[in-house]
């Protein structure tokens, strides 16, 4: 991890009080309904490490020059060990800037630009898990579905078959098994991903609103 990336993680990771779980956030909207025939229960998503580096590589892929949002941001993660209320903090952070020629908008539209790389990575993301349920998920609900009709098929002939039935049954079983885990495996994933996804733009958008709120005035 290059030590630009440890520097975000310090600015944007919020760590949980000793004692105290860090807060579970979930993107339902997101999160796909189990595959036929299969019941499992999907967990709640939560933020993750993992993923933090993930959406915060990216930001520093993209970082900007200069003076941007994520100097800015820095600025407030510095001030927030200060006593002094939030106003008065980026009101401070922008004294800072203002020397160097930013204005509130530009540092809005820096925001917004970094909210659409982590938007770009959450496609990006969203691609390669759909990817991974056709692989994974897709093609054995097919394979259940046909051995389901080749089991029934077979019901009705002669004893002699009931042996290969009850080996399809056992087959199918084992592919229903293997969907459970797959599938509790990816939307986890999923489910971490996002909620990572969800703190870090809420952060950000809390971030636009108040330069909003503070700084055009």
């Known amino acids: ?7 975000l993680k310090g600015i944007f990771v919020v760590e949980a009080p000793a004692g105290e779980a860090a807060s579970d956030t979930t993107a339902p909207e997101k999160q ?6 299969v019941s499992v229960q999907i967990p709640q998503g939560k933020a993750s490490d993992k993923f933090y580096d993930i959406l915060l590589g990216a930001m520093e892929a993209n970082n900007q020059e200069g003076f941007d949002y994520l100097e800015f941001k820095k600025s407030l993660k510095t001030l ?15 004294a800072a800037a203002q020397a160097m020629g ?4 530009k540092l809005s539209e820096s925001a917004g630009f970094y909210l659409k790389v982590l938007q770009t990575e959450d496609s ?9 349920r056709q692989k994974q998920i897709g093609n054995k609900e097919k394979a259940i579905a046909d051995m389901d009709a080749t089991i029934k098929a077979k019901g009705e ?11 399809h049954q056992a087959d199918m079983e ?6 459970s885990d797959a599938v509790i495996k990816i939307e986890t994933t999923l ?27």
């Open 174 to 179: 084992k592919m229903k098994a293997e969907i």
């Open 124 to 132: 990006k993301f969203l691609e390669s898990v759909n990817a991974q």
């Open 102 to 105: 930013i204005t509130p908008q």
């Open 32 to 37: 796909a309904a189990p595959p036929a025939n």
């Open 80 to 94: 927030a060990q200060m006593p002094m209320d939030e106003k008065t903090r980026y009101l401070s952070a922008f």
């Open 1 to 7: 991890m290059s030590d630009f990336l440890k520097k």
């Open 157 to 167: 002939q002669i004893a002699k078959l009931t042996l290969e039935i009850q080996e």
């Open 191 to 217: 489910s971490d991903f996002h909620a990572t996804y969800s703190e870090l733009t809420a952060q950000i958008s809390k971030d636009v609103d108040n330069m909003t709120k503070y700084l055009n005035q």
